[in-house]
């Protein structure tokens, strides 16, 4: 079993960057393709980035692609997302997630272990 903690999210302004951390415990980090989801209140949770294991293949959705920044550093059991341009419309808890599956990594069923999500609040 894996647990994830997030850390790094708070208030930024419209514009500004923030970069958020997934630490897991385990030996077998390495292993798994590792995703970033967030949810706003009354929102569904929608997919935001992933990155796969060995090749450390990324893809993002289209709302945050030019802005938003996946990364993994096996070494560290740590999961990146440097978020830059940040709008008001990215304001939401941001969770990490791993998943042993290569398939459908853009939803939220092919993930096995999540964390509790971190507040990022984009507000002037």
């Known amino acids: 079993q894996v647990q994830l903690v997030e850390s790094g999210g708070g208030l930024v302004q419209p514009g500004g960057s923030l970069r958020l951390s997934c630490a897991a415990s385990g030996r077998t980090f390495s292993s798994y393709a590792m995703g970033w989801f967030r949810q706003a209140p009354g929102k569904e949770r929608e997919f935001a980035a992933f990155?796969?294991?060995?090749?450390?293949?990324?893809d993002y959705a289209d709302s945050v692609k030019g802005r938003f920044t996946i990364s993994r550093d096996n070494a560290k059991n740590t999961v990146y997302l440097q978020m830059n341009r940040l709008k008001p419309e990215d304001t939401a808890v941001y969770y990490c997630?791993?998943?042993?599956?290569?398939?459908?990594?853009?939803?939220?069923?092919?993930?096995?272990?999540w964390g509790q999500g971190t507040q990022v609040t984009v507000s002037s």
């Open positions: 990155i796969t294991r060995s090749l450390g293949t990324t």
């Open positions: 997630a791993a998943a042993a599956t290569i398939i459908a990594l853009k939803k939220a069923s092919a993930y096995d272990y």
